[in-house]
């Protein structure tokens, strides 16, 4: 089967506006070997370190570059983390299969240990065959699976004052209490497969947030890091619209968009052809949309795009040029 790469959602890495990220975890999968299970692993295993309930990499679908992990009906797969108070902003994308059955989780851990005590904060019930989507602390938003294409599930996590928001598609589906115990701990992530259908993850990260004016210049306050086109042909295009949740008013935007071509002659990053064989559109407060064309096995293809803001420049008049 061909890999697919979805023309929407396809890059995770989102901020809020007015805000710096630093990201403390980030994996996309492409390190491992394809067909092989990634239990012991890049901080990767089986539920209480058991191996028989690991998931294998695929490279039938990915949100950026060419892999992802497929969780099987008969995956619980784990990573731990040793994150203490703060603010902290977990994503992770997603892609369910139109025909899939059964039902499969996405669950946050405040306590892991192999063996015990564990302690659920997040466990969002995904039925495959329904399509409905069951959070605990529901916000009720009605919320349905989107089919065949990457989605982002963003977890929105304040440790100091235990609580939590849970978006999927960018709209909220819950929020309440992180910690009935207040620990003020992230231990770890569980992918549950439950035996339902595959489900496939990529691009799972986490980001530090400190409420600032960090995004005026010159730090960005959105970069999708490097998507590489699906493959195609090089004369044809495609487009992906990327979420960016940069907010304010896009007049106060600078945008930076970027090509890299990699072939037998190696890496080439140039401007070279913008406007013409790749190029931005449809820029909102919340998306915009990028295009350049299909890689070749040969040739391939990657964009960058980066947005400054001046939204926080509360100092400068209309007619003045902004200064921070």
Not at 270 to 296: C, D, K, M
Request: hydrophobic letters at 40%; glycine letters at 10%.
């Amino acid at each position: 089967m061909r890999k697919q790469v979805a023309a929407l959602a396809m890059a995770a890495v989102l901020g809020l506006a007015g805000s710096t990220w630093a990201s403390v975890f980030s994996e996309d999968f492409e390190s491992y070997t394809v067909g092989a299970g990634v239990h012991g692993q890049g901080g990767w295993k089986g539920w209480n370190n058991v191996a028989a309930v690991d998931a294998p990499i695929s490279n039938l679908f990915a949100a950026g570059g060419r892999q992802s992990v497929e969780i099987l009906g008969t995956s619980d797969l784990v990573h731990e983390f040793d994150l203490a108070s703060g603010k902290w902003v977990l994503t992770a994308m997603q892609y369910i299969l139109s025909d899939s059955r059964g039902v499969t989780y996405f669950i946050l851990l405040s306590t892991y240990n192999d063996g015990g005590p564990h302690a659920w904060s997040v466990q969002t019930e995904y039925d495959l065959s329904a399509g409905t989507i069951t959070p605990w602390n529901p916000s009720g938003s009605g919320m349905r699976i989107v089919y065949d294409q990457w989605v982002q599930i963003k977890v929105v996590i304040d440790l100091t004052a235990n609580t939590y928001e849970e978006y999927y598609d960018g709209v909220q589906i819950a929020t309440g209490e992180w910690d009935t115990a207040a620990s003020g701990t992230l231990a770890a992530i569980d992918l549950y497969g439950n035996g339902a259908s595959s489900v496939y993850y990529d691009d799972i990260k986490i980001d530090s947030a400190t409420v600032s004016s960090g995004s005026c210049f010159p730090r960005p306050a959105y970069d999708s890091g490097w998507i590489t086109t699906p493959f195609g042909h090089p004369s044809e295009f495609y487009a992906a619209t990327l979420p960016h949740d940069v907010g304010g008013d896009p007049d106060n935007y600078v945008v930076d968009l970027q090509r890299k071509v990699s072939g037998i002659a190696g890496p080439n990053l140039s401007n070279q052809g913008l406007g013409t064989e790749f190029s931005y559109s449809f820029l909102t407060a919340r998306t915009i949309t990028v295009s350049a064309p299909y890689s070749a096995v040969d040739l391939m293809t990657s964009v960058r795009v980066r947005i400054w803001t001046y939204e926080c420049d509360t100092d400068s008049a209309d007619t003045e040029p902004k200064s921070e």
